[in-house]
């Protein structure tokens, strides 16, 4: 699929260009607010081609598509005009409140910087590694030129973020940068570094450092969106584009010296501190609780309230302690990828397990939790288990992070500090946590998905067939989640006595025709039905277990025995809430009731299905016997 083909397609299923308030994106997903997330198509979503998965989390509507996510982003700018400038009046239905709100702010604010945070970091590292090993001294030139384009993203920080933070709460861009640049304007730094007594207007300044901090800027620029907003209401049309901005920087620059700054510094440096005293309390079992849930944090979105705490600590400290940990979760989880790769028979699953591996090794790990073990349940497992131990080993040796990265095989480098203490602890914890997760993940097996796609083996009495005419496919006649026939609390059922299939717990109360056909039978206590397709294929739908001591109640029939129907037109209805109240389940199995005929009955969908999504094929049926197309 071309970007431009899945860039149209996301919109579409976003519920459309009027439905989206914004739209930014980080190394791996598409962050979207959109007004009503009910009108996004999550399931279907999720089912194309080029997507991993959907998440909802801090008021984002967030599309995972992995390393292209720019080349989709930029896409969607070409396809749309969802990008202008002109919608960002336009306001999601429902504001986030609580911790929900502060993480969207977060990570609203550090996603559109991660990707030259990394280079940077990387650069910074390398540099590090080039000193220590006299390659280069601080004092070339050489060395001096490259360390400006390295540390010049941390320096300045300042004033990226409150980029970040006025487009967050649509601020002025460059009032935001000008009250920024005013806290590193030169004058100022030298009254902090000279120790001037300071004050303005008599009231005293507590000084402080502003560069590579996080915290003031961000406090801020919120209170300057704020009141810009504010004065714009009062202020005359005729004079407001040039009196509000005078008013914000008389006010804000001021301010932001005397409170925001002051306040910001110290609740940073106490945070950084209270995680720092964990860490020393027990390095080994701090490191082991990072490494353990460092990915759990980030399919929340709650490691968003971290990132601040690990730049201010190489701000104010010159390294951080806390972040190398969360490399053996991201190593443990590639790890549990590998293993998948290793174990699994499934030719796609193979491919997608080892594309996600190698993307893994980088630090991005999306494809490889959402694509591979998070949907198999025990590779993920394994790879917590093994992000326990390399994330204690890491702990255990004091290794620091000296620049900002996602950690991964290119940002080792950033944990290379003065003569490489703790370094050695870094690769033997994650290599420890890919292991691990590699080999639990091979012991324990998961539920290895059926290879769809393979035909099946002609049997040896039949001669072998250059096409299969009367194969056929059966599509879902309802909404809901696939699960095995075994799950049916119904022997009859769950035994496949009365022929193969599945079952389908459902969402919705419809069922549809999964083929066009003929009601062979229209049982009178509508509960279940039978259709017949034109090349043979008889497939049973039976609502519920037991449900027939409803006596029809709770279902309504839009079908009688005879009726010719087309795939798609509504059979049945029924209340799924009301079965389910008057203790019947719900489960609905979908049984081939002439299984015999076929030489083989495979699912080609699991997880959620909708309705005339594939279901399931059938092979080599008696019409192929008797050679009638």
Not at 73 to 98: F, Q, R, T, W
Not at 289 to 295: D, F, L, R, S, V
């Amino acid at each position: 699929m071309s970007y431009e083909k899945l860039a149209k397609e996301i919109v579409h299923l976003v519920g459309g260009e009027t439905n989206v308030v914004s739209l930014v994106h980080c190394a791996t997903r598409l962050r979207f607010v959109l007004k009503d997330e009910a009108k996004a198509d999550k399931e279907k979503l999720e089912k194309t081609d080029g997507i991993i998965t959907v998440k909802q989390s801090g008021g984002q509507f967030q599309v995972v598509v992995g390393n292209k996510v720019p080349e989709v982003y930029s896409a969607i700018s070409k396809v749309s005009n969802i990008l202008d400038e002109s919608k960002k009046d336009e306001k999601p239905a429902k504001a986030n409140k609580g911790f929900g709100a502060i993480i969207d702010v977060v990570s609203s604010i550090f996603a559109p910087l991660l990707g030259v945070m990394a280079g940077a970091g990387i650069l910074k590292g390398l540099l590090l590694i080039a000193s220590n090993a006299g390659w280069l001294t601080p004092k070339d030139t050489t060395y001096i030129i490259l360390l400006a384009a390295a540390d010049s993203l941390f320096y300045f920080l300042p004033l990226l973020l409150a980029v970040t933070t006025a487009r967050k709460f649509e601020g002025n861009i460059f009032v935001a940068l000008t009250i920024a640049g005013g806290l590193l304007y030169p004058s100022i730094v030298t009254l902090k570094t000279e120790g001037t007594p300071t004050d303005f207007f008599g009231i005293p300044i507590v000084m402080m450092s502003y560069s590579s901090t996080v915290i003031p800027i961000i406090i801020a620029i919120i209170v300057m969106s704020k009141l810009e907003k504010w004065c714009n209401r009062l202020i005359h049309e005729s004079v407001k584009n040039f009196i509000t901005p005078l008013i914000l920087l008389v006010i804000m620059l001021p301010l932001t010296l005397i409170v925001f700054g002051p306040f910001g510094v110290y609740v940073g440096n106490g945070i950084a501190t209270g995680l720092i005293a964990a860490f020393g309390f027990s390095p080994l079992l701090a490191g082991a609780i990072m490494g353990a849930c460092w990915q759990i944090l980030v399919i929340f979105g709650v490691h968003w309230g971290l990132v601040p705490v690990f730049i201010n600590n190489i701000a104010v400290n010159g390294r951080d302690g806390i972040k190398p940990s969360a490399a053996a979760s991201i190593f443990a989880q590639t790890g549990a990828a590998f293993g998948v790769m290793l174990k699994t028979k499934n030719k796609k699953l193979k491919t997608l397990a080892g594309s996600a591996t190698l993307t893994a090794l980088f630090g991005i790990t999306e494809p490889a939790v959402y694509g591979v073990t998070l949907p198999l349940k025990r590779p993920f497992i394994a790879g917590i288990i093994g992000g326990a131990i390399g994330g204690a080993i890491i702990g255990q040796a004091g290794t620091q992070a000296f620049a900002s990265g996602a950690p991964g095989l290119l940002t080792l480098p950033i944990f290379y500090g003065p003569g490489g203490q703790g370094f050695p602890g870094l690769i033997l914890g994650i290599t420890v946590s890919f292991l691990v997760s590699a080999i639990l993940t091979y012991i324990l097996g998961f539920e290895d998905p059926v290879e769809v796609e393979e035909e099946p083996k002609n049997s040896a009495k039949e001669p072998v067939r250059t096409t299969d005419v009367s194969n056929e496919e059966v599509f879902s006649p309802i909404e809901g989640t696939v699960v095995a026939l075994s799950e049916v609390p119904d022997p009859a059922f769950a035994s496949e006595a009365m022929g193969k299939g599945l079952a389908i717990e459902p969402t919705s109360g419809r069922v549809v025709a999964p083929f066009d056909g003929t009601i062979t039978v229209a049982f009178k206590k509508k509960h279940a039905l039978a259709v017949v397709s034109p090349k043979g294929a008889e497939i049973l739908i039976h609502v519920g277990v037991d449900t027939v001591r409803l006596d029809g109640k709770h279902f309504t029939s839009h079908i009688k025995e005879g009726d010719q129907v087309k795939a798609g037109d509504l059979l049945l209805e029924f209340d799924v809430e009301q079965i389910r109240t008057a203790g019947y389940p719900t489960i609905t199995p979908i049984i081939v009731t002439n299984s015999s005929d076929y030489t083989d009955i495979l699912p080609t969908t699991q997880g959620q299905v909708r309705v005339q999504e594939p279901l399931l094929k059938l092979f080599g049926g008696t019409n192929e016997k008797e050679g009638i197309a």
